[in-house]
């Protein structure tokens, strides 16, 4: 797969901070300061920005980007995506892989029960979370299905080639 020409959403910005354009940043990295190692960001539909600061503020991360100068300009991107060039993200090791590279892949049972397509990923307090779209005739009714991502438990195994997940999932549940 290219990712050649992709942009990978590593956050948020948030509230303005201050007076002087700083903007509170909500990060999507693992470790919360990691948005950071990633330059430039690209704010919305398409502007490049450096950050020229940044630091962390209680428990939340604050930054001043180049060309945001007043809380105005804060203002104007206040909940805009952050994104990088997915070229940005490091090389993974051939048993890794990236959320984004799950979305769409086929889910199948141990038993070759086709559970759908991964529709979307989200974090929870416990583990992360992948929402499959059910096949339209699903043989249990069902429409949607949350399954946990625990490798060796629920995911035995992900086949990049034929974009393919196996999970051991009881298709009635």
């Known amino acids: 797969m290219s990712r050649a020409s992709e942009t990978v959403i590593i956050g948020k910005i948030g509230a303005p901070y201050g007076v002087k354009g700083w903007v509170k940043i909500n990060s999507y990295t693992d470790e919360k300061t990691g948005i950071f190692s990633y330059v430039p960001w690209i704010i919305g539909s398409g502007q490049q920005h450096q950050v020229v600061q940044w630091r962390t503020h209680n428990k939340a991360l604050v930054a001043q980007l ?22 940005q993200l490091p090389e993974l090791g051939d048993d890794e892989v990236y959320w984004r590279d799950l979305m769409g892949m086929q889910v199948v049972t141990n038993a070759g029960y086709s559970l759908g397509l991964v529709k979307e990923i989200f974090a929870t307090g416990a583990n992360d979370v992948m929402l499959i779209k059910a096949n339209t005739n699903d043989a249990f009714g069902q429409k949607e299905r949350m399954l946990p991502i ?4 629920v995911i035995l195994q992900i086949d990049k080639a034929s974009a393919t997940i196996t999970v051991e999932w009881d298709p009635a549940f």
């Open 66 to 87: 180049s060309g945001i100068d007043s809380r105005d300009d804060a203002e104007r991107i206040k909940n805009l995506a952050i994104s990088i060039e997915s070229t």
């Open 150 to 153: 625990l490798f060796d438990q």
